[in-house]
T-cell receptor, first 115, second 114 residues
Framework: DSGVTQTPKHLITATGQRVTLRCSPR?????VYWYQQSLDQGLQFLIQ???????AKGNILERFSAQQFPDLHSELNLSSLELGDSALYFC??????????????FGQGTRLTVV | AQKVTQAQTEISVVEKEDVTLDCVYE???????LFWYKQPPSGELVFLIR??????QNEISGRYSWNFQKSTSSFNFTITASQVVDSAVYFC???????????FGTGTRLTIIP
């Protein structure tokens, strides 16, 4: 158990809908990351938050957004869903502070299926 | 830009054999960090090791060992006396100093045949 909790584990929704994925980082970790794993794109970095502020952005679509709350949990919002958004979405957390690159611990992922 | 290449897409070995998973990386940064993660059939990503670019010492942890060679930009992973529980997809990844985003390779699917 990595200590990172993601809910829900599975999500099935229709095209055009909006969903919210939730992540609770490990106790004490200030950084939260979101990754998408799909068959064609592999593991892709989406976005990082550090202590409530956006720190880095990757290949995240404009239809997707995220935030990190004062209690450090994070949510990834996916809207106007398309079939191609079907993927495994991972949240990870780390203690990394400025200038440090520590290991990230991953949650079990949310498997999103868009039908 | 960073890049991680795992040329071996799939490997199958018989239980108790040794197996080496290859990882080649590219970066222009002089300070970087290399990682290996395991993704078992259950789907989660499990952290295995982190190595800093300024530390070329090889590391051994039980049946696992890692060989880091800056001269060839490689960070290979060897499992000794493989077991069925080692069956998984293994990812090599890279971050650079001040940028914590992981750049992953495409993964190697390892199957241990009992």
């Amino acid at each position: 158990d990595s200590g990172v909790t993601q809910t829900p584990k599975h999500l099935i929704t229709a095209t055009g809908q909006r969903v919210t994925l939730r992540c609770s980082p490990r106790s004490g970790d200030l950084s939260v990351y979101w990754y998408q794993q799909s068959l064609d794109q592999g593991l892709q970095f989406l976005i990082q938050y550090y202590n409530g502020e956006e720190r880095a952005k990757g290949n995240i679509l404009e239809r997707f957004s995220a935030q990190q709350f004062p209690d450090l949990h994070s949510e990834l919002n996916l809207s106007s869903l398309e079939l191609g958004d079907s993927a495994l979405y991972f949240c990870a957390s780390s203690v990394a502070r400025t200038g440090e690159n520590t290991e990230a611990f991953f949650g079990q992922g949310t498997r999103l299926t868009v039908v | 830009a960073q890049k991680v290449t795992q040329a071996q897409t799939e490997i199958s070995v018989v239980e108790k054999e040794d197996v080496t998973l290859d990882c080649v990386y590219e970066t222009r940064d002089t300070t970087y960090y290399l990682f290996w993660y395991k993704q078992p059939p259950s789907g989660e990503l499990v952290f295995l090791i982190r190595r800093n670019s300024f530390d070329e010492q090889n590391e051994i942890s039980g049946r696992y060992s890692w060989n880091f060679q800056k001269s060839t930009s490689s960070f290979n992973f060897t499992i000794t006396a493989s077991q069925v529980v080692d069956s998984a997809v293994y990812f090599c990844a890279l971050t650079t100093f001040g940028n914590e985003k992981l750049t992953f390779g495409t993964g190697t699917r390892l199957t241990i045949i009992p």
